[in-house]
């Protein structure tokens, strides 16, 4: 009987201690510093090209999205992007576990999505164990700037995150949600909808 011994990918995805120091994921993230780099070096006259750079970057990017270079991954190949997706300057995704963000969702500068983790014990640190959890994002989420989402968080649908918040737990649906660590504020309600509604109806109006 043959025993498949698991690659590096496949722990690093599964979530369990892997290496990073390993041919198929330095080819991975070789392949996403070469693509980032284009990517952050093309002008704002270049937008098809920057579309086809964030087609081949992720595993998937949905239709009417955007990022503002300069932008940073590891692999890129391990997020899904949902649709109308806008990343503000300078966000960075660690993706050595999956990312997966839902549809509508605007990030303002600086936005970080961490999903690396490197052991406690710092004598198994130094032997470059490390591991990845997953981040998951709904619909409908807007993250203000210089927000931190740690390892193995799930953030709902229908949220708004305050600035600088470092997001530790699970956040849920319809809610605004601010601070270090990053806690629920208030439901997002029908009054929000109409007194946003009254502010649309009158900048039309004034049309
Ligand atoms: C896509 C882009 O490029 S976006 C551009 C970047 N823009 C930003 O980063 C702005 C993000 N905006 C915010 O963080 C705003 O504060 C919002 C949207 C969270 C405000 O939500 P609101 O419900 O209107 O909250 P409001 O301003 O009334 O504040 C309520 C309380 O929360 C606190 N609070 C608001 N935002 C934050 C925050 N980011 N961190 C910590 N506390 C906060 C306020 O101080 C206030 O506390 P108090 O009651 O003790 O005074």
């Known amino acids: 009987m043959v025993i498949k011994m698991k690659s590096q990918k496949e722990r690093m995805l599964a979530g369990e201690l ?3 120091q ?32 964030l087609n081949a970057m992720f595993k998937q990017f949905g239709a009417g999205g955007y990022v503002e270079p300069p932008f ?3 692999y890129g190949t391990n997020t899904v992007i949902g649709k109308n997706f806008y990343a503000n300057y300078d966000a960075i995704f660690v993706d050595c576990g999956p990312i997966t963000i839902g549809d509508n969702v605007f990030m303002g500068p600086r936005v970080g999505l961490y999903t690396a983790g490197h052991p406690i014990d710092a004598g198994i640190r130094a032997e470059q164990l490390e591991y990845g959890k997953g981040i998951t994002i709904g619909d409908d989420v807007w993250f203000g700037g210089n ?15 305050g600035s600088g918040s470092i ?3 699970d956040i849920p649906d319809n809610v605004v949600a601010v601070g270090n660590p990053c806690r629920v504020l208030r439901p997002i309600t029908q009054q929000d909808h109409d007194e946003w509604a009254k502010q649309k109806a009158a900048y039309y109006a004034d049309r």
Do not use: C, M, W
């Open 18 to 20: 892997y290496v990073a």
């Open 147 to 161: 927000v931190v989402v740690n390892p193995g968080v799930t953030i709902g649908s229908n949220v708004v995150i």
């Open 22 to 53: 390993d041919e198929e994921l330095g080819r991975e993230n070789k392949r996403a510093k070469r693509l980032t780099r284009l990517f952050n070096q093309s002008t704002e006259e270049q937008q098809e090209e920057r579309q086809r750079l």
């Open 167 to 169: 997001v530790t737990h």
């Open 72 to 74: 940073h991954t590891d």
